[in-house]
């Protein structure tokens, strides 16, 4: 019986420099937190031999692994993204935590307040960073307060976070069980984990969590992820991403006869469009694709 096995080539583990220099490094985030690599599966090339298979390395030139990653990007294939693993340990507030943990595409481990102290760390507010609520956007905020508002508020936040933290162990200098003492611990305290995910759902979380909508914690977390590790790990795939989804623009069928009818100088007709949108958001979405598209907006322009 032949042995199948021969002619097969060896196959090293991808190794990637730019990543590897900082593995392990700790990038800070917030005013206590970070994020760190712990380990990583695969790399551009992987992407490309997952969709090509049936080739060995060193048969393809770059600019051609480019423009297939390019095209697998482009056109949502996106299995051939989640051969690539990558493991972090992050540590952030608990109320940012709760935002990353509904990403359940991945597989997490978290510390554990019910066998271990709670970490002895909150979040703190700067005076000047006291963020409005949005007049327009419920889950959002806009501007700022004063200083002289927030000297108020930062100095609350404090005595707040003092006292939860010393009632917190006094409890457990009492016998109180973990479990129980840790109740009343604020979301600003901060937690750790390992979060350990394939770059494609990595992907889609840096595409929610980087854009300018997200909160701010989180996106902080997310610019970090992006920018400081995932285009050292895959740079191909990070320049691909960048101009397909980050800076790319979703058009719906409205939108697309809405710029259709501008583009052929029907402006009245992209305005009975326009008007029959029911949803205010929806609405000023439209208008600002089309300021980013570079049209005027004539009834803006009449009703200014």
């Not at 750790?192 to 909160?215: G, P, S, T």
Request: some cysteine.
């Amino acid at each position: 019986m032949s042995d199948v096995t021969t002619g097969a080539e060896r196959l090293t583990r991808p190794r990637v420099d730019a990543l590897d220099s900082v593995l392990g490094v700790a990038f800070p985030v917030l005013d206590d937190g970070f994020i760190r690599v712990v380990d990583y599966m695969g790399d551009d090339g992987s992407v490309v031999q997952a969709a090509r298979v049936s080739y060995g390395s060193g048969t393809r030139r770059v600019h051609e692994d480019r423009g297939l990653i390019r095209y697998l990007l482009r056109h949502a294939h996106t299995t051939p993204f989640e051969m690539c693993e990558i493991k972090f340990h992050v540590r952030a507030p608990m109320d940012a935590w709760r935002q990353w943990i509904r990403h359940r595409t991945a597989n997490v481990n978290e510390y554990s307040t019910r066998y271990s102290v709670a970490i002895d760390a909150a979040q703190k507010t700067p005076p000047d960073k006291w963020r409005q609520q949005s007049s327009d956007n419920r889950q959002g905020s806009a501007g700022f307060l004063s200083r002289a508002e927030g000297l108020g508020l930062t100095e609350a936040e404090a005595q707040l976070q003092g006292l939860a933290r010393s009632t917190y162990e006094a409890r457990l200098a009492a016998g109180v069980a973990r479990e129980q003492a840790r109740k009343d611990l604020p979301l600003s305290t901060y937690t750790e984990a390992y979060w350990k995910v394939d770059l494609h759902n990595l992907l889609h979380f840096l595409r929610l969590r980087m854009d300018d909508h997200a909160q701010e914690e989180i996106r902080a977390y997310a610019s970090v992820l992006g920018e400081q590790i995932v285009a050292k790990w895959v740079p191909l795939v990070w320049e691909a991403f960048t101009d397909y989804r980050r800076q790319s623009m979703y058009l719906s069928r409205v939108e697309i006869d809405i710029v259709s009818a501008m583009a052929e100088g029907r402006s009245d007709h992209a305005k009975a469009i326009f008007d029959a949108v029911a949803s205010k958001r929806e609405r000023t979405e439209i208008e600002d694709k089309l300021a980013t598209l570079g049209f005027s907006i004539p009834w803006r322009e009449r009703s200014a």
